[in-house]
């Protein structure tokens, strides 16, 4: 017996909102430090590490979009092989 994949492209659609609603809360500069007129190595290195994790959040965001295209291609292209399958008989009987 022969497995079969089902997809339900409807699924696919609170994902996508979900992703894309995440991808909006993404700002380019997520957190930061004030620091004001302290220049001590300790608060510099700080801030760097503030800016590189910012810097994860934009790619993060990036991800999320990437996601988001991809699974409306997914939906796309199962719809047009549910098109193409319409109608057909894939048992062989007629």
């Given at each position: 017996?022969?497995?079969?994949?089902?997809?339900?492209?409807?699924?696919?659609?609170?994902?996508?909102?979900?992703?894309?609603?995440?991808?909006?809360?993404?700002?380019?500069?997520?957190?930061?430090?004030?620091?004001?007129?302290?220049?001590l190595d300790t608060v510099s290195e700080i801030?760097?590490?503030?800016?590189?994790?910012?810097?994860l959040y934009v790619l993060y965001r990036e991800h999320l979009g990437r996601d988001v295209k991809n699974l409306n291609v997914v939906i796309a292209e199962w719809m047009k092989v549910d098109a193409s399958l319409?109608?057909?008989?894939l048992l062989g009987g007629d």
């Open positions: 017996m022969s497995e079969q994949i089902l997809i339900n492209p409807e699924g696919f659609y609170p994902e996508i909102d979900n992703l894309s609603a995440a991808q909006a809360l993404i700002t380019d500069e997520m957190f930061s430090i004030d620091k004001g007129e302290l220049n801030d760097s590490l503030v800016k590189e994790l910012n810097s319409a109608g057909k008989n």
